[in-house]
């Protein structure tokens, strides 16, 4: 079945990076557009970024547009979000997932900005 499995987060100050990593399994993964999604406290899921199937130049959503870079191997079956310029407001559990979406949600990677 799909695994998404999220790692890479923790607390970093503001102005600060961090990079994300997503093992995904348990499909052909150099078929799928993948995406990272973020969760912050009392918000709903939200759209970050995503990538398509071949790689390439990512799609950001306007928030995180010139911060972040997502990337992927599909080699390794790996997906990445590098993080740069971190806000306070960038505080969420992010998650990967592919497209059309799994039902299969990792359990994500908690990223706390803050000083």
């Known amino acids: 079945q799909v695994q998404l499995v999220e790692s890479g987060g923790g607390l970093v100050q503001p102005g600060g990076s961090l990079r994300l990593s997503c093992a995904a399994s348990?499909?052909?993964?150099?078929?799928?557009?993948m995406r990272w999604y973020r969760q912050a406290p009392g918000k709903e899921r939200e759209w970050v970024a995503g990538i398509s199937s071949a790689g390439g130049q990512g799609s950001y959503a306007d928030s995180v547009k010139g911060r972040f870079t997502i990337s992927r191997d599909n080699a390794k079956n790996m997906l990445y979000l590098q993080m740069n310029s971190l806000k306070a407001e960038d505080t969420a559990v992010y998650y990967c997932?592919?497209?059309?979406?799994?039902?299969?949600w990792g359990q994500g990677t908690q990223v706390t900005v803050s000083s």
């Open positions: 997932n592919r497209s059309p979406a799994s039902a299969s």
């Open positions: 348990g499909f052909t993964f150099s078929s799928y557009v």
